[in-house]
């Protein structure tokens, strides 16, 4: 990630060069007081270009088909690096830190649980905390994010489960009453435009 100092309508904002979608993405961060005409500003832009103003919900949506993990869902104090997959992001050569003891027997032992992408097989969108359970009906963790990929036209999530679902294993998500099957998948759903 990279910033610079810059102007949009002769107002000054940070623009930083960020990457939470897959897509090729920039922050604009403008003083608070200059908020609203930037975004008017970019709106107008936005306009004669013939592109669309989207939401949080477009990017929720492209950052899960990235796999990217979202605070609160992926990424939380009872969810470890560990189990997220984020172990790359763990300082391990520090001679201490909070969590170490745990952390290191997890990357030495193998945790428990560990985070997984799934992809519909039937009909049915993921989400967050619906039960995951295998074919034999047990429940073995539980969605941390999902959504419906128009790119796929599939139900596709993230879910926190047991470490010994591997990749192409089916499991079971009970959507309003009914198990639909899911299959475990690589990450990312959609690949990426950045290089």
Not at 22 to 43: H, L, M, S, Y
Not at 109 to 127: D, F, N, T
Not at 129 to 152: C, F, H, R, W
């Amino acid at each position: 990630m990279s910033f610079i100092n810059a102007k949009i309508d002769n107002l000054p904002v940070i623009l930083c060069r960020t990457g939470y979608t897959g897509e090729f993405g920039f922050e604009i961060i403008p003083r608070w007081n200059d908020a609203e005409q930037v975004w008017d500003k970019i709106a107008l832009i936005v306009k004669e270009f013939d592109g669309a103003i989207c939401g949080l919900g477009a990017r929720d949506l492209l950052r899960t088909e990235m796999g990217y993990p979202l605070h609160g869902h992926e990424l939380s104090l009872s969810i470890t690096p560990v189990e997220a997959g984020a172990s790359w992001a763990v300082g391990w050569s520090k001679d201490q830190f909070r969590g170490k003891k745990v952390l290191t027997q997890q990357k030495e032992q193998g945790s428990k649980l560990r985070l997984k992408a799934i992809l519909a097989i039937e009909r049915g969108i993921p989400r967050k905390d619906m039960q995951v359970k295998n074919l034999q009906g047990e429940v073995i963790g539980s969605v941390t994010s999902g959504t419906y990929s128009p790119a796929l036209k599939k139900g596709i999530g993230l879910a926190l489960i047991n470490s010994d679902v591997k990749k192409d294993d089916q499991v079971l998500i009970d959507i309003r009453g009914t198990d639909s099957t899911f299959k475990v998948v690589s990450l990312p759903f959609v690949p990426s435009k950045v290089r």
